[in-house]
């Protein structure tokens, strides 16, 4: 018989390749990091939407002609006259395997969402200092905790989230490859693929033949591959607890680019707590020239107007630490943003200097310079009181400030655009960074849990 | 299960008899029933094994994507090797299996008889697995990363290798012999001999070509590097490039005959689907699916030429006409539509002729003979361009003109979408630098791509690489010394 049924040991080859060329996008990812996270659509984003970070497979790099993309010609098939426009693409700069893939081998594009985006981007980083508190209310074990992601389970461990996550992948991988097979633009096919209840082959042919209903709507629903589940595995790890205070110069004088980049930093730094401490409070003080505690949604979307006392912010945390959160049961996180316009930076300092004393664990403070006509700077006069030294410095660029014995457990930046607040981050999370050049002991395993 | 194997077999025969009546000549056909997953590498890998890649991961989590969400095409998978070995789906429906049955025995016939695949190795199956555990020990011995890296650099350049290698491979000294030896001093004896200039020996002296690297610009810059980088590539390393040369050459042919091959098996999984129902060995209900996944094949796409559909029409075009003797010279020359609307001399030659451009064309001579203006407008051609308007990329018609559709496919197909480039100098500057020429053709090479790729040279030659080409119509040279991209215009 020449038609046979071969009995083929299945090779692992094509996964393990694949997951190699997942691995370079990751790296390319991270290349791409500190733009990518400064991105405006991530941080304005609506509570609970993926961040679309549209990751194509990478290009095999040869010489080719001119791309239709980029000005060059090419051969298609359909009806239209002259002018028509036959199919569309997004432009992302600055991301990996952006744009311009030849027509056809379009990769199917993926999405990404914050937690890997951290996870990829602050590895090996947490909250520097961390150290066990010795009492009782810190020690909470944590039970059971749910170990790995399958493709099948029991109805009662389904993923929500994850399965959410999966389903919104496919579909909008389907729109792609709508988008590509009949040119129409992104809205029309989601529309046509929910009127086809995610049937793409329904979606194409409702496309082709332009019966799209003007009011129309429908639902995707999960298909069988999209369901996750959880399996779980016994966890007791004990526990620390954490604070972060918040701070954040919201003055006449932070301009919507300097708030953006001090939001755009907090923004990072809570999702990243959130994600990697099981418990860790954070308390949002914005301040002018008096400083009060304000909700979450109000730290982020709020401006004010006003003069600047930057003492105010470091006072309240003074109040804070006296009154809820005693140094010996909380490690304890003053990040403070502000321009370094400041009316008073002597009693800034010496609140500061007190804060220190108190025993947090360590004070960041970042300095936005976004623009060269600032007159005062906090951060000079915090380097001549302090003794900072600077660990890393190029003119111009981004600067980090370090405290220089165990006492000054101090961290200071200065940003002066978008990408520095990835660099800001990396400083200021720094696990076993030592103050004074000496390894203090403040070491701890990673990730530690709190 | 064996059931099912059984009635593949005696489609199997029945294929191949009526295959025969219909005159494809084809060697001995072999059909694998496999798992999806193993259909999707070997497209990913082009071969049933092969070296690991993550540009071949990359492909093959395309191809799975594509299939797990049910928009992929039927695949077919048809090696050329004798015997043609092709393989099945294990989960297909039978009468997706007996279409892509009928239209492998095309595609055989098409590799058996086709000219351009004469010279390839039909043996190079098991040199592929074999690469593949040579390049294994590799990354044991010099780590993943050196061979990925080599592996990135060679692919880069596995088209520019020299796609005409039926001809016979000269060795460097017989070039250096036959164009240093001057050629015979034509003496005067007829009437008109006067009137042709004697060739005066004015080629350069043996010693000229002693020192000339390469002797005459050469198109295969794969082989190039591999004998002459002064890197100097390692034995393992010229091992991995030469590899990647062979498995080029073998795709070579089919890289260059695509909207032919894919043409011609269409046309006859059609006659033969067609005869397979007429016999009621497929029920209704098993042609009506054929029909669905047939329709899938002769899809339009608004940013691409499919091969399957435009092959089909042009062979079902030429054998009309040549069954119906429209074409020659008065053919061509009568401009009465009336006449030309019911011309038939009953001339018949139709099936003779297909056959022999099956055997004698490669697709750009195809297209460039019988891609007629009528079939550009039934194919629905047109010319498009892409634009950056509000925040995306458009692409928009920009050409319904049938004589530039035609002539931009055809110069595309002259060097089967790849750019011809050429080493011009290995010795530039007398410091082993390289210098590459790109011949243009109207259309500029891209930026990134370009970079990018000089950057891997690079990485081969490891001396500044240097590439002359045309922008805005004016010569420049592009170079990389190894950190940064210069452009030098020329006048």
């Known amino acids: ?450 | 299960m064996d059931s099912e194997l059984k009635r593949l077999s005696e489609f199997d025969e029945k294929i191949q008899e009526i295959a025969q009546e219909f005159g494809l000549d084809f060697f001995p056909q072999e059909f694998d029933v496999i798992p999806a997953q193993k259909m999707l590498e070997i497209l990913a890998y082009h071969f049933p094994v092969n070296f690991s890649h993550w540009s071949f991961g990359r492909d093959y989590e395309r191809e799975k994507t594509q299939y797990e969400y049910g928009f992929g095409l039927p695949y077919e998978v048809a090696l050329n090797s004798n015997p043609c070995r092709a393989y099945l789906i294990n989960t297909n429906p039978i009468p997706v299996q007996v279409m892509v049955m009928a239209h492998v025995y095309a595609h055989n016939d098409f590799m058996k008889n086709n000219l351009h695949f004469k010279p390839t190795r039909r043996d190079i199956l098991p040199s592929a697995s074999e690469a593949a555990i040579r390049f294994q020990k590799y990354e044991k011995r010099f780590g993943p990363e050196e061979v990925e890296r080599l592996l990135d650099s060679g692919l880069s350049i596995e088209l520019n290798i020299n796609p005409d290698f039926f001809i016979h491979e000269e060795s460097e000294e017989e070039q250096r012999e036959r164009l240093s030896t001057p050629s015979p001093v034509v003496v005067a004896s007829g009437p008109y001999d006067d009137l042709i200039a004697p060739k005066k020996p004015d080629r350069p002296s043996l010693d000229y070509y002693n020192k000339k690297t390469p002797l005459e610009p050469e198109r295969d810059v794969l082989l190039y590097i591999i004998n002459h980088s002064p890197k100097p590539l390692r034995e393992w390393q010229r091992d991995i490039l030469s590899v990647l040369r062979d498995q080029s050459r073998y795709l070579m042919p089919q890289r260059r005959t695509k909207i032919m091959n894919e043409g011609w098996a269409t046309l006859w999984h059609l006659r033969i689907m067609d005869r397979l129902f007429k016999e009621r060995l497929l029920n209704e209900e098993e042609h009506g699916n054929y029909n669905l996944y047939n329709a899938r094949v002769l899809a339009t796409n608004p940013r691409t030429l499919n091969p399957y559909l435009a092959g089909l029409r042009i062979f079902a075009d030429i054998e009309e006409r040549w069954n119906r003797g429209r074409f020659g010279r008065e053919w061509e020359e009568c401009q009465d539509p009336k006449k030309r609307e019911t011309w038939d001399l009953g001339t018949g030659q139709g099936r003779e002729k297909i056959f022999e451009v099956r055997r004698s064309y490669g697709d750009r001579f195809f297209i460039e003979q019988f891609l007629t203006e009528k079939l550009v407008h039934d194919l629905n051609l047109y010319l498009y361009e892409g634009k950056q308007e509000q925040g995306e990329i458009r692409y928009v018609i920009s050409e319904r003109d049938w004589k530039q559709i035609k002539s931009l496919l055809v110069s595309h197909l002259s060097t089967f979408g790849t750019p011809l480039v050429m080493v011009e100098d290995g010795d530039y500057k007398g410091k082993r630098e390289l210098y590459l020429k790109h011949s243009y053709d109207g259309v500029e090479l891209d930026q990134e791509y370009r970079e990018k790729t000089m950057e891997h040279i690079f990485y081969l030659w490891d001396r500044p690489i240097h590439l002359e080409s045309m922008a805005n119509e004016k010569k420049v040279v592009y170079t990389y010394d190894g950190t940064k991209h210069t452009t030098a215009r020329r006048e």
Request: proline share 4%; net charge positive; with cysteine.
């Open chain 1, 1 to 450: 018989m020449a038609v046979k049924k071969q009995e083929w040991e299945l090779s692992q080859r094509g996964l393990k390749d694949a997951a190699r060329h997942r691995e370079k996008i990751k790296e390319s990812i991270q290349k791409n990091i500190a733009d990518i996270i400064s991105d405006a659509s991530i941080i304005t984003r609506k509570k609970g939407q993926i961040v679309k970070v549209p990751i194509r497979g990478l290009k095999s790099y040869r010489f080719i002609y001119k791309q239709e993309s980029s000005g060059g010609t090419g051969v298609g098939q359909g009806e239209g006259k002259k002018g028509d426009i036959i199919g569309r693409q997004p432009i992302h700069d600055g991301r990996p395997g952006q744009p311009g893939d030849q027509p056809g081998i379009d990769f199917l594009e993926t999405e990404i969402d914050i937690e890997e985006l951290i996870e990829m981007m602050l590895k090996d980083l947490g909250l520097p200092n961390l150290k066990k508190k010795a009492v009782a209310e810190a020690a909470i074990p944590k039970g059971w905790k749910f170990q790995s992601i399958e493709k099948t389970g029991v109805t009662s461990r389904l993923d929500r989230k994850r399965t959410l996550k999966e389903a919104i992948r496919r579909t909008t991988t389907f729109v792609g490859e709508l988008m590509r097979r009949t040119g129409e633009p992104e809205e029309v096919c989601r529309k046509a693929l929910e009127i086809a209840q995610g049937d793409l082959l329904r979606a194409e042919k409702i496309l082709r033949e332009e019966n799209l209903p003007e009011e129309g709507q429908g639902f995707i629903p999960l298909f069988r591959e999209d369901l996750r589940y959880r399996t779980l595995e016994k966890d007791v790890e004990y526990h620390s607890n954490a604070v972060v205070l918040a701070m954040m110069d919201v003055s006449g004088s932070m301009g919507t680019m300097k708030k953006y980049l001090a939001r755009s930093f907090f923004f990072w730094l809570v999702e990243f707590l959130r994600q990697i401490y099981k418990q860790v409070q954070i308390r949002f003080i914005a301040h002018t020239t008096e400083a009060k505690l304000v909700s979450e949604h109000e730290f982020f979307h709020k401006g004010e107007s006003g003069g600047t006392f930057c003492h105010s912010a470091y006072d309240l945390a003074i109040h804070l630490t006296e009154t809820e959160y005693n140094p010996a049961r909380w490690n304890i996180y003053p990040f403070h943003f502000s321009d370094g316009e400041d009316f008073e930076p002597a009693k800034t300092v010496s609140s500061a200097r007190r804060l220190l004393q108190l025993g947090v664990n360590m004070l960041g403070y970042g300095e936005i310079q976004a623009d060269p006509y600032s007159s005062s700077r906090l951060m000079a006069t915090f380097e001549r009181e302090f003794h900072l030294e600077k660990p890393h410095f190029r003119p111009g660029e981004f600067e980090i400030f370090s405290g220089t014995d165990p006492a000054t457990p101090f961290i200071g930046a200065v940003l002066k655009d978008k990408s520095h607040v990835y660099l800001t981050l990396r400083e200021f999370l720094k696990k076993d960074r030592p103050f004074g050049g000496k390894n203090h002991g403040f070491r701890t395993e990673a990730p530690q849990r709190i």
